[in-house]
């Protein structure tokens, strides 16, 4: 079967949307770092907006840090693909043109520097997950002993992280007397503008100082908050949609009607008339904890008590009414830490959140959303925990929640099926509960793990004993019967 591309657009079904500009026109204001699911259905659909409202300066150059993956997907198809947007039987098919070439960091750092320090960028955005910032989650400070990070602070020739990347090309830019570009992470990080900052800087001193100074005073790291529900696109997903197209798209996506993305207003160049679903505002930590606490936070606990339990997607975890009631108690735990802004109407987040969790055309997989929990935990749980334990407020379903964190660790689900511990820190967890003989000894190795828990939290005698309990009960009942007690059954 022939692969969709320029050649094959005019022969698609008449339902499906195309790029409504001229792609030979465009030129490429954005470059995007850790070009995943998550950026073709989130930010280069909104830049794909502005390209359709006739600003033709944002097209993509993308880049993988890692694989070769998503280049070779994307590239026989000249950078396009199709999203799907899923609502219950609804579905819409669009064709999103923005991206224009993806680069293979590790294959050709030169094009990456060269994109990134182009007279044409003005933006560049980053979706690498946590762990690819190189920050320890628990401080945000530099992790010096990581291997690539130690490369970059040795020489930047060749950079291998994205700090390593940034801080390279802004010294382009600087020596070719270009201003900086804007520098948006759109990653699950508390202040993640700041924290890209200060990671920048902090590298960017280690080979100069001017630099440093000259970035600091000229560049621009606005916080965001960034929310779209997108599943991992399975080979079935892409067998059904070229039966409809009479194409294949190797690069497809499937996501939610829902997108969100608040921006600070601090941009150091130009940038889109942004539309629909996007909102520039003077302070993001509102709308970013709100959302780290209410739907990541829940997601984590579905997570991990869904695959614990054996579930594979969110929506059927939630069937059971004692999941439901555990994710209700989790938010009635984490509102009372938000400080939200006047325009969130947290009731009405909160059915929202459901509604989304309920959608069963997503099939988001618990496994998928479980991986690299220890870089998630400390801002998605732990904060939250740590506030409420300030307050003198009760952490019931939250230590549930870090609970069936902690059991997932060991590899084996209530079914006795092993899985893979997919997170950066896997073998060091391991190590640190391979010792422990008891579901105490447990708990006390964990809270001595200061990569992860804080020193709140570790001295926190009521926080041992609500994971004492909960882990007790997960480790001898399950998650199912450990929800049913949660719910008082």
């Known amino acids: 079967m022939s692969r969709l591309s320029n050649a094959t657009l005019a022969a698609l079904p008449a339902d499906v949307a195309l790029p409504g500009y001229d792609r030979a026109a465009m030129t490429c204001g954005v470059v995007h770092l850790g070009i995943g699911a998550f950026h073709r259905a989130h930010q280069a659909v909104v830049f794909d907006d502005a390209l359709n409202a006739g600003d033709l300066r944002w097209g993509i150059v993308a880049a993988s840090l890692r694989s070769a993956g998503v280049r070779d997907q994307m590239a026989p198809q000249d950078g396009l693909y199709t999203m799907l947007v899923r609502d219950g039987s609804a579905e819409q098919a669009r064709v999103i043109g923005a991206v224009r ?228 108690a989790l938010w009635d735990e984490a509102q009372t830490t938000l400080s939200p802004p006047p325009e969130l109407d947290v009731a009405a987040y909160r059915r929202e959140l459901m509604a989304r969790f309920d959608n069963p055309t997503l099939k988001h997989r618990t496994r998928q959303i479980a991986m690299d929990g220890s870089q998630k935990l400390p801002q998605r749980l732990l904060a939250t925990i740590a506030a409420r334990l300030e307050a003198g407020q009760g952490i019931d379903a939250l230590s549930l929640a870090v609970a069936a964190w902690v059991r997932w660790q060991a590899g084996i689900d209530d079914a006795g099926v092993a899985h893979v511990v997919d997170d950066p820190l896997a073998a060091q967890l391991s190590a640190c509960l391979s010792a422990a003989a008891t579901t105490q000894d447990r708990v006390d190795a964990i809270l001595r793990f200061d990569a992860v828990v804080p020193p709140v939290l570790a001295s926190s005698d009521i926080f041992r004993a609500a994971l004492i309990r909960w882990l007790a009960q997960l480790e001898s009942g399950g998650a199912r019967k450990t929800l049913a007690a949660f719910r008082g059954e």
């Open 101 to 328: 070439d993806v680069i293979v960091a590790p294959q050709d750092p030169a094009g990456l520097l060269a994109a990134l320090a182009s007279v044409d960028t003005h933006i560049v955005t980053l979706t690498i997950t946590e762990k690819g910032y190189k920050l320890d989650p628990a401080t945000g400070a530099l992790i010096e002993g990581d291997p690539q990070l130690a490369a970059d602070i040795a020489s930047l020739t060749a950079p291998q992280t994205a700090p390593g990347y940034l801080v390279a090309a802004l010294a382009m830019r600087k020596a070719a007397g270009l201003p900086p570009f804007t520098a948006i992470s759109c990653d699950n990080l508390p202040h993640n503008g700041t924290r890209l900052r200060n990671a920048v800087l902090e590298l960017a001193r280690r080979h100069d100082v001017a630099l440093a100074d000259w970035i600091a005073t000229q560049g621009a790291f606005p916080e965001t908050m960034v929310d779209r529900i997108v599943p991992a696109t399975t080979a079935d997903d892409i067998a059904v949609l070229a039966e409809r197209l009479g194409v294949e798209d190797q690069a497809m996506v499937k996501t939610e009607p829902f997108i969100q993305w608040v921006i600070e207003d601090r941009f150091c160049g130009p940038r889109p008339e942004f539309g629909a679903g996007v909102q520039v505002t003077a302070a993001v930590a509102p709308w970013e904890e709100a959302k780290l606490r209410l739907l990541n936070g829940s997601h984590s606990g579905i997570a991990y008590l869904g695959g614990l339990a054996c579930i594979d997607h969110v929506h059927e975890v939630l069937v059971l009414p004692e999941a439901r009631f555990f994710v209700e």
